[in-house]
DNA sequence: TATACTCAGTTACATTAAGTAACTAAATGA
DNA sequence: TCATTTAGTTACTTAATGTAACTGAGTATA
């Protein structure tokens, strides 16, 4: 009896993966980061509704995940750019396959 | 100036996906149910953490966006079973993706 | 030389979502 | 009869988000 209780049978690499994705707005954010590096306002400006405050912990968030990185450049004044490392834009397959199920199965709004 | 200050330039479709996605034991509860149909509780056990109130608003979200059904069996006691749709089905590639991913670029737990 | 504005955040406070545990009601099993 | 299962719900607590104002360094404007 009770063979499934208190372990998930799931892969926890994958369960892991599902957490960091389903994180709210951490996959908005590496989405918009696969365009290219970008600074913290702009990244903001692009995400409507998303905070200061949210995305700068989710930026450290991803930062210790190895998904994003942190780049300093010492000008004045000094510009900082986030970017993905190749771990992050290794996630751009599944953005694709979110892409094509979204166009095929949510209705276009009008 | 200001070209990209007041609406997101992201596709609502692609964005709709996500937020549903992204939602907490949304991508769990599905992937779950893509091994086939399920009862309520076989579902709950299968996820641990994860309880009986948040599943039942789950599965009533996901029914609604037309992700999963719900099939009562009239026998005694009656039998509820909870499935995917078609729609709901067509997630498993980016649960392929996510998979991938994970194998690639996460540690293998000791 | 004030004044305002930008950047990269942080802080305090309010609201919402999620977790925990107990409970229901009908049916079954020991 | 008493306990257990199923499919949930309810009340309460804790954690996550949202909102808005604020910092502090640097820059541009009047």
Redesign the pocket.
Same mark, same amino acid.
């Given at each position: 009896?009770d063979q499934c209780q208190s372990q998930s049978q799931m892969c926890p690499r994958f369960e892991k993966a599902v957490e960091i994705l389903s *994180? $709210?707005?951490t996959s908005l954010i590496v989405f918009q980061l696969l365009s290219g590096p970008q600074?913290? &306002?702009?990244i903001d400006h692009a995400l409507p509704?998303?905070?200061? *405050? &949210?995305l700068? @912990?989710r930026?450290k968030e991803l930062e210790q995940e190895g998904i994003v990185k $942190?780049v300093v450049f010492p000008e004045?004044?000094?510009?900082? @750019?986030y970017s993905l490392t190749d771990k992050g834009r290794a996630l751009a397959p599944i953005f694709v396959e979110i892409g094509k199920w979204s166009s095929e199965w949510l209705p276009v709004p009008e």
């Open positions: 009896m *994180k $709210r707005w600074r913290f &306002v702009q509704n998303l905070s200061g *405050k &949210v700068s @912990e930026l $942190r004045s004044p000094v510009r900082i @750019e």
